[in-house]
């Protein structure tokens, strides 16, 4: 076991951006996963994650159903597991907070876009994996 600090993981998370983010369905217990970026907007302090879509997918459905929820990352020999809880943001202050240029390729009217939404994933547990080490922590 290897100890790494929450600042630590956090930049990694930073780094990787794109995130393999799942969600209980509702369906007799059935997950589901999909690729998110984090934009690289994710707290030292907490290890929180920030992720843009929009409410016409199956997602936002998702975590009205159950907050709980993860993500995984993965770069060259890091391995990281994260397990929380998802909130949704409509509003536009919080949006604006969190939004970066960058997402225009994605979102082609920006803020504006219909159905715009944020899911805060606020961990409860994180284990990483690199080479040999190993650890875990509990933000």
């Known amino acids: 076991m290897s100890d790494r600090s929450l600042a630590q993981?956090?930049?990694?998370?930073?780094?990787i951006d794109v995130a393999m983010l799942v969600t209980k369905t509702g369906e007799e217990g059935a997950i589901a996963a999909r690729p998110m970026s984090n934009n690289k907007d994710v707290s030292e302090s907490d290890g929180t994650t920030f992720h843009f879509a929009t409410d016409d997918g199956r997602i936002d459905d998702d975590l009205k159903r159950s907050d709980e929820c993860g993500a995984t990352y993965t770069s060259g020999e890091f391995y990281c597991s994260v397990q929380g809880t998802g909130k949704l943001h409509r509003d536009r202050a919080t949006l604006e907070k969190h939004w970066v240029k960058?997402?225009?390729?994605?979102?082609?009217?920006?803020?504006?876009?219909?159905?715009?939404?944020?899911?805060?994933?606020?961990?409860r547990r994180i284990a990483w994996w690199e080479g040999r080490e190993q650890g875990g922590l509990t933000p």
């Open 9 to 15: 993981i956090a930049e990694k998370l930073k780094s």
């Open 102 to 123: 960058d997402l225009e390729k994605w979102f082609e009217n920006g803020l504006d876009t219909d159905g715009l939404i944020l899911i805060e994933v606020s961990p």
